[in-house]
């Protein structure tokens, strides 16, 4: 019934229009010069020409005038950001920061410098062990250059303060998890640190499943890590150590040797722990056709170390870029990153009283077994290859280390002595 209603009513309108009606209405031809004489005339008319002028004026002016306003209002655009499509993937598989860019490059047209779409898109990258030492710079460096970083860290060292500067960014994810759980996020690489790296964490807790842990983190978690590359095809960098060397025969260590590793010593756990997880990571690579990198990291130090690591210094942490380098690279290494400068412990000592505490006093005790007694990375093939080299001298980087300890243990006092414990056995 509604339906017929309608029709007839457009019926009737239909039929009571004049201009329906072919002998009732003929329209005059016009004269061409009229169609644009009446346009004309009508802009002329009562000043909506200048009305015209002062609204072009007006419109030029903001945009002129945008670029400079609209920079501190970058956050609102921030604000913008989950109702992006990159929200659905909550990985980041569409880079927020990206998209962020665009919107304001799109907002501002002072950013025109860099073309829409030119830029940089930023990767899924899962670090593990990422809230540690090593780690947390490294993560620092991923964040600045706007990758999506999700950290996976159980805390066993690791600190959350190490990247609690990240927290609230859209690109930036923690999640507390042990590596020997598998795991499955979407990513394209996988930095893979997590390891109770110092002996002070593996070698001496007289909790023996703690040193059955540290094998099973570097065998089990990296099994994991591997397995979750192969599923989703991301890229995996092993970050191994120069304790595959065990106590070498062979000096410098380049990375054609293959170590002097006491198996059933109280390092092991660690020193073959890292061995297997480097087997683990070229079968991976050979067999399963994984993209893999592994990096042979020599002792680092600097600032957010664990106060109580009990390593010898050697490397300044500048060493995350040497990681950096080989994983967006295209070689699998394994790659020596460390710094070949050689020292004693006494020289060492030294160095800390010069350039932190005169006062310092120097105590020598017996080596611990199986230390290695002496240990220098050859970096031939890193220079060659990544054309990278460490760049902080230890009298440089040394008190940034210790300005950093001194905050974190007296606040903003500075200690006024300190003790520097040597081991008896020097490193050459
Ligand atoms: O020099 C090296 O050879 C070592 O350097 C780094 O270790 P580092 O940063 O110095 O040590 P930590 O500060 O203790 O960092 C290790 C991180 O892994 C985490 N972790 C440890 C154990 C574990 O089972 N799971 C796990 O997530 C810790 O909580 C910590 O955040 C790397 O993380 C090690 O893989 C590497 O072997």
Redesign the pocket.
């Known amino acids: 019934m509604a339906s017929s209603e309608v029709k007839y009513r457009g019926g009737g309108a239909h039929e009571t229009h004049p201009q329906s009606d072919p002998i009732m209405y003929s329209p005059k031809p016009e004269k061409p010069w009229l169609n644009v004489a009446r346009p004309i005339h009508y802009v002329l008319r009562e000043q909506r020409l200048l009305f015209v002028l002062i609204g072009a004026a007006i419109a030029t002016l903001f945009f002129v005038l945008l670029p400079s306003t609209s920079a501190p209002h970058s956050l609102p655009y921030k604000t913008h950001i989950p109702n992006w499509p990159s929200e659905v993937d909550l990985l980041g598989r569409v880079n927020h920061r990206s998209a962020f860019e665009e919107v304001r490059f799109v907002g501002s047209s002072g950013a025109g410098k860099v073309p829409l779409g030119l830029k940089r898109k930023g990767l899924r990258i899962v670090v ?9 710079h490294l993560v620092d460096r991923l964040m600045a250059r706007g990758d999506n970083v999700i950290v ?8 959350k303060e ?1 990247v609690a500067h990240h927290f609230g960014k859209p690109n930036f994810e923690l999640i507390r ?4 759980e598998p795991l499955l996020l979407e990513v394209d690489q996988i930095y ?7 002996p002070v ?1 593996y070698k001496f807790n007289p909790v023996k499943t703690i040193i059955s ?2 094998f ?3 065998v089990v ?1 990296t099994l994991n890590m591997l397995g979750l590359a192969k599923r989703v095809g991301a890229r995996f960098l ?6 595959v060397y065990g106590d070498p025969l062979q000096h410098p260590q380049a990375e054609t040797y293959w170590g002097n590793v006491n198996p059933i010593g109280v390092r092991s756990c ?1 020193d073959e722990g ?1 061995r297997t997880a480097e087997t683990l990571t070229m079968d991976y690579h050979r067999g399963a056709k994984v993209e893999v990198r592994i990096a ?5 130090y600097g600032p ?3 106060i109580d ?1 009990g ?1 010898v210094v050697s490397n300044f942490v500048a060493q995350v870029e040497g990681l950096m380098r080989l994983m967006d690279g295209e070689h699998v290494g394994p790659f020596n990153l460390g710094n070949p400068g050689e020292f004693t412990m006494l020289e060492l000592a030294k160095v800390v009283q010069e350039t932190i505490d005169p006062n310092a006093r120097i105590e020598f005790k017996d080596n611990t077994p199986d230390d290695p007694h002496k240990r220098k990375p050859d970096i031939t093939k890193a220079k060659d290859l990544l054309n990278w080299e460490p760049t902080v001298p230890l009298r440089k980087g040394l008190p940034l280390m210790v300005n950093d300890f001194r905050k974190r243990i007296f606040g903003d006092h500075i200690a006024t002595t300190t003790t520097t414990t040597a081991a008896a056995t020097t490193t050459n």
């Open positions: 593990t062990g990422g809230a540690g030492f090593v780690g947390s996976v860290d159980n805390f066993f060292t690791g600190r190490n998890h042990d590596v020997v893979h640190l997590a390891c109770p790296a110092s964490h842990f540290s099973l983190t570097n978690g092993l970050t191994s150590t120069s304790e660690y890292k042979r990291i020599f002792n680092t957010r170390m664990c690591d390593r």
